[in-house]
């Protein structure tokens, strides 16, 4: 196993060499000159804000774009890639943040999928296909039951699903894109295990990430892209969090917001009032939900903390009237909260930005304007005809808001980085302001300068006095925002603890722990 900061035998030569490779789509320089270097055995972190031009050099290396200028070599050898096919032959996989599985399949089919084993009359062999899942995921540690449909796993797991697949291959070169975004830290230790074992083989691994935690915990080196060129590059043991922060937002900007971050350390003074709670839930149950007891200030950040599949997301979606109420009270100012849906939640000034933003919210081939108007329609119309200068005025005051961007409102959202698109979601629920405002993993595949201003946008929202319900998996996050973190296990609320009274991400996890009944505890 390869320990923090250390690095396995190497290649005399490097594994991948890329030299000056640069990139250009019309009249932008997605890359500029280029340059990295991986050896065999090593994790090394690729860093830089959204647009730096990370994804375009993966997309090159995996072959869906071929490079306009520079050399890349593998094991000393001049390559281009001119297909994905080429790419996988030479040992090169990719998991992409947006995943390429079929939830209609298990885990199994999609592990060994194209490669499935067969007799002779080309029929499947069901059972050594499950056979050979189970003993991979076995090897790896990787807690998935290989018969289980992908369609019914939490996003976490399907993640973890597609990283399984990649491992399963003749792979020598192994590029991740954000593989943390929706995993608890149990999860979190259970994949950098596998990824430890799949380097101490000598694979060579890219580790793309926005979490700067995780580069000192998994990576040997890292790279840091801004604009298309090199920022610089560091051993890991040899850095810190301001060099790279500094490397990745350059000279210009301040970076002693992300210290405090890492450190746990909240940047935020309580500002909810003492009147009586905006949102109230008294024992509240459902399919997923367990007698759930819990109070939302005005101007209060609650967080919601526990392991996937705690019932955090369900508890948002009960409130939203995605779930219904099947007992207990839920109330909004006092008012009992309708069980009819989404609209009415929405017509109380309930809010919800959705963990998948691509899936639940938003849609993706419509405008930035279409967005941002969509939630708000009767507003923007008249005798059933869209206003079309009222929705154009609205949009265009929430990109200058929200920093969004983009060449324009028209532009479709799917044309957008990941912390613009996610700025849009939120823009739905900025006007008028939500009484109720739930965020499940609002920073997910976000890039530092983004997170800080979604971070701003949250503490703005609880200032003007909005409750603003958390979850996220990210401790760190929980810390730096809340006032209150209530932990979840199995569908109800065990403890509620000021922020206070938690000194660290490693307190709030350890208290996670001690949250889960005994025997999986013990496990």
Known sequence: MIEQGS?????????????????????????????????????????GENGAGKSTLIKILSGVHVHDGGSIEIDGKPITFASPAQSRDAGVAVVYQDLSLVESLSVADNLLLGREP???????????????????????????????????????????????KALMGDVRL??????????????????????RAVAARGVGVIYVTHRLNEVFRISNRVTVFRDGQNAGTFVTQETNMRQLVGAIVGPDHAVLKTDDAASGQSTRSPTHSADKPVLELKDVGNDRLDRVNLQLRGGEIHGLAGLIGSGRTEILQTIFGL?????????????????????????????????????QGLVLDHSIERNLTLPRLPHFSRL????RRSASEHANAAMRRLAVKAPGALTPVKNLSGGNQQKVVFGKWNEPRPRVLLLDEPTVGVDVGAREEIYGVIRAAAVAGSGVLLVSSDLSELLQLC??????????????ISRQDLGSAE????LIQLSQPSEEHAA
Do not use: C
Not at 137 to 153: E, F
Not at 174 to 194: G, N, V
Not at 507 to 510: E, K, P, R, S
């Open 174 to 195: 192994l590029i991740l894109d954000e593989p943390t975004s929706a995993l608890t830290d149990d999860e979190e230790k259970i994949l950098f295990e596998a990824i």
């Open 7 to 47: 690095i396995a035998p190497m290649f005399e030569a490097p594994l991948l060499r890329v030299e000056g490779v640069s990139k250009r789509f019309g009249g932008v320089n997605a890359l500029r000159g280029v340059s990295l270097e991986i050896r065999s055995g090593e994790v090394h972190a690729l860093l």
């Open 483 to 496: 006032d209150r973190i209530s932990i979840v296990v199995d569908g109800r609320i065990t403890r509620t």
């Open 384 to 387: 059933g005809w869209l206003q």
């Open 507 to 510: 307190d709030l996890h350890h």
């Open 323 to 359: 779930r219904p109420v099947q007992s207990g009270e839920a109330s909004l100012d006092g008012a009992a909260l309708a069980a009819s849906g989404p609209a009415a939640a929405i017509g109380r000034g309930i809010a919800l930005v959705p963990e998948d933003r691509h899936v």
């Open 118 to 164: 067969k007799t002779r009359l080309g029929f499947l062999k069901k059972r050594q296909l499950v056979a050979q899942a189970e003993a991979f995921l076995k090897s790896q540690n990787i807690p998935l039951d290989a018969r289980a449909m992908v369609g019914s796993l939490p996003f976490a797991y399907r993640q973890m699903t597609e990283i399984a």
